[in-house]
């Protein structure tokens, strides 16, 4: 999704104490791509001694389309949030909201126990992986990145409820999706109609490993 034309642009600022960046970041994620019929636009997430991350999102504020982006500067502890869309009100009230959610889940982590932490963590990373399925999908990526997130996110989420009485379905699911494609061409896009079924697979993914994160914050 482009830039909106005849749009507005809302901001706001935040800060965290949390000396954790990437979990920051991570939740921050979340607080946006738990919503529904939210897509994933793109992100970048730079490699280095001090964190910075940034994200894109595509969805609906009061109806009509809207661009979310968030960042995470790990130097000066603090995270920036932008909403674009025709509705300057709606955008200022859902960055509100955003500001209100993403507190509390930040002080719910923080609470946490360090093997619950541990957890949370990677479920978190699992649902990233989920939303990057979608985007390198829709972006008719090579199956190799496909490939890529479907197996970060499966390991991540056995990790993240590992010794649990209970395994996740999509733990299973997963497995033999993976088992399906590896024998395709690393370097070519799916067919159109696995590849359908896989974004549509990828969103159940999501659901069920919100249902986990939900348990943490």
Same mark, same amino acid.
């Given at each position: ?5 005849? &749009? ?40 280095? $001694?001090?964190?910075? *991350? ?8 009061? *109806?009509?389309?809207?661009?979310? *982006?968030? @960042?995470?500067?790990?130097?000066? @502890?603090?995270? /920036? ?18 500001? &209100? ?12 126990? *360090? ?33 890529? $997130? ?10 993240? &409820? ?8 999509? &733990? ?19 067919? /159109? ?16 490993? $919100? ?7």
């Amino acid at each position: 999704m482009d830039a909106l034309d005849d &749009t507005v642009k809302v901001s706001r600022s935040l800060s965290y104490s949390n000396d954790d960046p990437v979990t920051v970041f991570r939740i921050a994620w979340f607080s946006i791509a738990s919503k529904p019929n939210v897509i994933l636009e793109e992100h970048n997430e730079a490699e280095s $001694q001090v964190f910075n *991350g940034a994200a894109r999102f595509s969805l609906r504020i009061a *109806g009509e389309k809207a661009l979310v *982006g968030i @960042s995470v500067d790990g130097s000066r @502890s603090s995270i /920036g949030v932008e909403a674009e869309g025709i509705d300057e009100v709606a955008l200022g009230a859902f960055l509100d909201g955003f500001a &209100t959610s993403l507190s509390d889940a930040l002080s719910k982590y923080d609470a946490l126990p *360090g093997d619950d932490k541990s957890k949370l963590k990677r479920a978190l990373v699992a649902k990233a992986c989920w939303d990057k399925t979608v985007r390198e999908i829709l972006n008719k990526s090579p199956l190799n990145n496909v490939y890529t $997130q479907v197996a970060h996110g499966r390991e991540m989420m056995i990790k993240a &409820t590992e010794g649990e009485e209970s395994v996740p379905s999509l &733990t299973l699911s997963t497995s033999g999706w993976l088992s399906r494609i590896e024998s395709l061409p690393r370097d070519e896009t799916l067919p /159109g109609n696995i590849a359908s079924e896989l974004a549509k697979k990828s969103i159940e993914w999501k659901k069920e490993t $919100q249902d986990i994160i939900s348990r943490y914050i």
